[in-house]
C-alpha cells in the first residue's frame, strides 16, 4: 500500500499514525529525501530505507503515538559503523535526518439538515480540517450548485442523500461523531434523536428548537422507553449562550464555536490520558 492510501486508511478509520518523511539525506543513504514511512500502533507502509534507520523511525513513531503528541519532531540518525545501533549496524556512511508528523483522529460532525442555518454551518465548519458529514432527506438541499460553496472545502465532506429515513445514517456515522439535528421538518427531528440514543458510538447530540419544541421531545422520547438521564445528555439549545442573534449565520457562528471548544476539550483530555 502506498503511503497516501495508507494515511487516507487511518482518517477512514479514525486511527492515529505518524508520517515519517526523509527531510535530508547526506552522504550514502538508502533512500533519497522526500522517501515516506506511515506507522501506526500496529501496523506499517513505505518505507525510508529498511534496517535500523527504519526500525530506529518506527520506534520513535510509536512513542509519539504513546504520547499522544501534536508536534513534529525531527530525528537525525548516523549510518555510520562508529554509530551506536539499537537495531543492527548500517554503515552505509551516511546521516538521515527523518521528519516525523504526527497524524491525528480529525474530529467528526454530522448536520441533518442543511437549510439555511446547516449550509451556514456547513460553510464555518468546511474551513476546519474534520470529516463533515451533510445530511438531507431534500435532494434540492443537497444540489451540487447549491454546495459548491464548499469546492474548497479543507474539510472531507460526506454528502448523504436520504429521501427516505435520514435516521438510518446514524448507525453509519464513525465513532466520535458529533451529531446535530436541525431539520425542517420537527417529526424528522425526533426520529433522528430516537436513533441517536440509541447508538453507542456518538461523541454528543445536539439538537435546534425552543424550550417548547424540547418539552415535547423529551416527552415523546420517555414515551419510546429511554432513559431521562439520557434524554438529557441532549444539548439544547446549542451554540454559545453569550452569542444570541436568530439570523442564520449568528446561530451558525455560535454553534460553531461551541463545537471548537469541545475538540479543544477532547484534545486535552486525550493528551492528559
Not at 508528523?101 to 442543511?114: K, M, Q, R, T
Not at 464555518?124 to 445530511?135: E, F
Not at 474548497?152 to 436520504?162: C, E, F, P
Not at 461523541?203 to 435546534?208: D, E, F, N, P
Amino acid at each position: 500500500m502506498r503511503w497516501e492510501q495508507a494515511v487516507r486508511r487511518l482518517r477512514a478509520e479514525r486511527r492515529p499514525g505518524v508520517l515519517v518523511t526523509v527531510a535530508a539525506a547526506r552522504g550514502h543513504a538508502p533512500r533519497a529525501a522526500g522517501a515516506k514511512l506511515v506507522v501506526a500502533a500496529d501496523a506499517a507502509w513505505g518505507t525510508v530505507g529498511g534496517g535500523n534507520l527504519e526500525a530506529v523511525a518506527t520506534e520513535r513513531a510509536r512513542e509519539l503515538l504513546a504520547a499522544g503528541a501534536t508536534d513534529v519532531a525531527l530525528e537525525t540518525v548516523a549510518l555510520s559503523d562508529r554509530a551506536p545501533y539499537r537495531h543492527g549496524v548500517q554503515c552505509c556512511g551516511g546521516e538521515v535526518t527523518l521528519l516525523l508528523e504526527p497524524l491525528a483522529v480529525v474530529p467528526a460532525v454530522a448536520v441533518f439538515g442543511v437549510g439555511h442555518v446547516g449550509l451556514e454551518l456547513a460553510r464555518v465548519l468546511a474551513r476546519h480540517d474534520l470529516d463533515l458529514h451533510l445530511v438531507d432527506s431534500r435532494p434540492e438541499q443537497l444540489a451540487a450548485e447549491r454546495l459548491a460553496v464548499l469546492d474548497d472545502a479543507v474539510a472531507d465532506v460526506h454528502v448523504h442523500r436520504v429521501p427516505v429515513l435520514p435516521e438510518l445514517v446514524v448507525a453509519e456515522l464513525p465513532p466520535g461523531t458529533h451529531v446535530l439535528v436541525m431539520t425542517h421538518d420537527h417529526a424528522e427531528d425526533v426520529a433522528l434523536c430516537d436513533a441517536a440514543l440509541r447508538a453507542d458510538h456518538l461523541a454528543s447530540v445536539g439538537l435546534i428548537g425552543s424550550a417548547g419544541k424540547w418539552a415535547r421531545f423529551t416527552a415523546r422520547l420517555a414515551e419510546e422507553g429511554h432513559d431521562p438521564a439520557r434524554v438529557a445528555a441532549i444539548r439544547t439549545p446549542i451554540g454559545l449562550p453569550e452569542l444570541v442573534g436568530k439570523e442564520p449565520a449568528v446561530i451558525a457562528v455560535s454553534v460553531a464555536a461551541d463545537l471548537l471548544q469541545r475538540f479543544a476539550t477532547e484534545r486535552t483530555d486525550r493528551a492528559s490520558v
